[in-house]
């Protein structure tokens, strides 16, 4: 079915990472790639002003370790760690990186999601392959 699925992984306990990634084994054709990526949203300057020195590179060698470890076991798969938008940089990394299909855990909106949007929402509207959302 699809060549490179991207899950975008989020780290909140209400999203369903584990979910999204046997959606994607599914969806996989044989051989296909899966990418799991994780987007660290950027900290304002002010507020990164108050955290201890070398802080934010540790907490992303962590996340790159616990992506890591959830694709240990599946075949032809990878972890990437990116800092930016979260819904930005899951587009702009599908379209530079050939991916065919996204495959993201969504959630029940509440109205913070009517009026700012979520990462779910942004990518369904921008991404340029298809996306699946699961809830």
């Known amino acids: 079915m699809y060549a490179h699925i991207l899950v975008p992984v989020s780290f909140d306990e209400e999203r369903d990472a584990k979910g999204a990634m046997r959606v994607a084994e599914v969806l996989a054709e044989h051989s296909a790639k899966i990418t799991l990526f994780h987007v660290i ?11 201890p020195d070398g802080y934010l590179k540790e907490r992303k060698t962590a996340l790159q370790g616990k992506l890591e470890s959830a694709v240990e076991g599946m075949e032809n798969a990878a972890a990437v760690v990116v800092d930016g938008h979260a819904g930005r940089s899951i587009v702009e990394y599908a379209s530079t990186h050939r991916v065919d299909c996204i495959v993201v855990a969504g959630h029940r909106p509440g109205m913070q999601d009517l009026l700012l ?6 990518v369904v509207r921008h991404a340029a392959c298809a996306v ?3 809830r």
Request: proline content about 5%; overall charge negative; aromatic content about 16%.
């Open 41 to 51: 949203e950027q900290i304002p300057s002010y507020a990164a002003a108050y955290l």
């Open 117 to 122: 949007g979520s990462t779910a929402h942004y």
């Open 132 to 134: 699946h959302v699961l």
